[in-house]
């Protein structure tokens, strides 16, 4: 069985996933922000072999502890092909536009995923999901009985839309005919905030619901 554990990195409170199934052997993580300091120790503490780096989408905090990661495990980044330009501009990645907010560069991504792919990680088959809206390449990776939505999918909320290339319409889209498909019991780790499960957003998140639209 795969353990999830997370880690609140940055300064907006980014979820980051590290997933392992034991001690000493291989582990991926996910959206790793900046400061990863504690991530980093317990990848050490659990003797583990990183393999991979999945990003869900290049905004500055969820790709702020990339290089940290990498460089100190020497794992394999990806991320969608619409978004490799962002990993090394600021302006795309959002971390020039904000004040006070460090300017955020990393080297290109390892390798690069459209959607539809299925990946071998960790003993499982990954299902990957373009779920675009809220950035245009945002990924959801699809394990058994658990999604990694980044900022698609949050409980009882959506991602904002407001930054480039956002788009609300698309996003509900990929709410709604890729997410909100799965089984009901399916877990959603999403990019901020608690975990939560699709049947519990399809029943009350005011947006897939339709109060909110």
Request: aromatic share 6%; charged share 20%; with cysteine.
């Amino acid at each position: 069985m795969i353990q999830v554990e997370s880690f609140t990195l940055g300064p907006v409170m980014t979820n980051c996933y590290l997933l392992y199934r034991e001690q000493g052997g291989e582990g991926v993580v996910i959206d790793p922000g900046s400061g990863p300091d504690a991530l980093l120790k317990r990848i050490a503490e659990l003797k583990l072999a990183v393999k991979e780096i999945l990003l869900t989408h290049a905004h500055f905090d969820h790709i702020g502890g990339v290089e940290a990661v990498r460089d100190a495990t020497g794992a394999t980044v990806t991320i969608h092909d619409l978004e490799t330009d962002w990993m090394t501009n600021a302006q795309l990645n959002g971390s020039g536009l904000f004040p006070g907010v460090p300017e955020v560069r990393c080297r290109p991504a390892d390798r690069v995923l459209y959607g539809g792919e299925t990946l071998s990680i960790l003993g499982e088959t990954v299902k990957v999901i373009h779920t675009p809206g809220h950035s245009p390449g945002s990924l959801t990776y699809l394990f058994k009985g658990m999604v990694f939505s980044g900022d698609v999918l949050f409980a009882g909320s959506i991602g904002r839309t407001d930054l480039p290339g956002g788009d609300y319409q698309t996003l509900m889209q990929s709410i709604h005919d890729r997410l909100m498909e799965l089984p009901e019991e399916t877990v959603v780790y999403s990019g901020h905030g608690p975990m939560t499960t699709v049947g519990r957003e399809q029943e009350s998140n005011p947006f897939v619901t339709g109060m909110i639209g």
